[in-house]
């Protein structure tokens, strides 16, 4: 394991866990299933989808992706999750167990882009545990979408050289903050910000609000950068790589940070509904096409629109279905908020990594001791 305090003794299950948590940190960075799912030239692409729904035209989306094989890497996680199988029933080999199992099935939906079938693979990963979570997030998604337009506000380009771009902020906050991640541009993201395991991406040519800079900041830096930054400290490698669902939830944990702050105005909660209406839409056998036209119905622009279905539809060829993980966000969000206000001791755990609710029991007696800050 990672260098730190250590809770284990030298009996054959704990070294097998010892072992299986370098393992597992290496297969999660091997996996990368967000960077696979990414088109080639996606702005490119993107211009094109605007442009044609801007002049009134139905564009289907011409995606091509980078060739990936994870079938070795797939294979590897498979006979992981087998050994740790093996073991005596231990509460952190369980979670080794399923975060194997998850990554495994990455590893197929990998093999899978752009293909009908990616869809229906990512259903099946991206599906909802809890269907009172998934019935409040529904009813949470068409109340937001109701909500009326903010009046316009003066913008800044998102990697501009205004010290009060996204670009100029987020590197003074990541160098005030003393995190290991260089700040770099992407024009390829639909997203404004991504977090790698060293990088953070900000996206180009996009005129923001100050607000938008500031939520992303919040969101990007306090919900993810700082949790893999602490799991980076930490004995179990498992902060980093992920519990199962532990990245899905951490969206949760960044957009209850970003309520805290008062950033979830009228208009990034439509936008966070709108990408759920596109999830759902999706799952009801929608194309690409229709879905950028349900949003355009919905008093989305063009450019939004695109961006919104593209970030559900991508790994797919926009007619059949794509990734879908939008669905994790406003679900995590109200289980993630439920869970914190309930047990509030709860979140010095979940900040320390890519933790899912489910394991923070177990993981506790390994997690950084002091609360998170927003």
């Known amino acids: ?184 541009t992407s024009e390829s993201l639909a997203a404004l910000a991504a977090i790698g395991d060293h990088h953070i991406w900000v996206t180009t040519g996009r005129e923001i609000t100050e607000a938008d800079v500031e939520r992303t900041i919040v969101h990007e830096l306090y919900g993810h950068a700082l949790p893999r930054a602490r799991a980076g400290e930490l004995a179990l490698g498992i902060f980093a790589a992920g519990t199962a669902r532990g990245g899905d939830e951490q969206e949760g944990f960044a957009l209850v940070l970003e309520e805290r702050g008062a950033f979830l105005g009228a208009r990034r909660k439509r936008e966070l509904a709108g990408r759920h209406l596109v999830v759902e839409r999706m799952a009801s056998g929608a194309s690409f096409v229709d879905a950028v036209r349900a949003l355009r119905a919905e008093r989305f622009t063009a450019k939004d629109a695109v961006r919104m279905a593209e970030r559900a539809y991508r790994g797919g060829d926009g007619r059949s279905a794509g990734l879908g993980r939008e669905r994790v966000y406003l679900e995590t969000f109200v289980r993630v908020r439920e869970h914190l206000l309930a047990r509030p001791e709860d979140e010095p755990v979940l900040a320390s990594g890519q933790v899912s609710l489910d394991a923070i029991d177990t993981l506790r007696p390994f997690a950084c001791a002091e609360p998170s800050s927003s």
């Open 1 to 184: 394991m990672a260098s730190g305090r250590s809770t284990h003794d030298e009996s054959p299950e704990r070294t097998a866990l010892a072992a299986a948590d370098g393992e597992v940190t290496r297969l999660a960075r091997e996996v990368r299933l967000l960077g696979a799912v990414t088109p080639l030239e996606a702005a490119r692409e993107r211009a094109r989808l605007v442009d044609a729904f801007e002049r009134g035209h139905h564009a289907e989306p011409r995606w091509h992706y980078p060739s990936v094989d994870r079938a070795r890497t797939r294979r590897q996680a498979d006979e992981l999750a087998r050994g740790l199988e093996a073991l005596p029933d231990l509460p952190l080999s369980r979670l080794y167990v399923a975060r194997s199992r998850e990554l495994a099935s990455e590893c197929a939906l990998a093999d899978a882009i752009g293909t009908p079938r990616f869809g229906r693979m990512a259903r099946s990963r991206f599906t909802s545990t809890e269907p009172a979570a998934e019935r409040a997030a529904s009813t949470l998604a068409k109340e937001w979408l109701a909500l009326g337009d903010e009046p316009p506000v003066p913008t800044v380009q998102s990697d501009g050289t205004d010290a009060r771009s996204l670009l100029s902020r987020m590197r003074v906050e990541v160098q005030r903050l003393g995190l290991p991640f260089e700040v770099v």
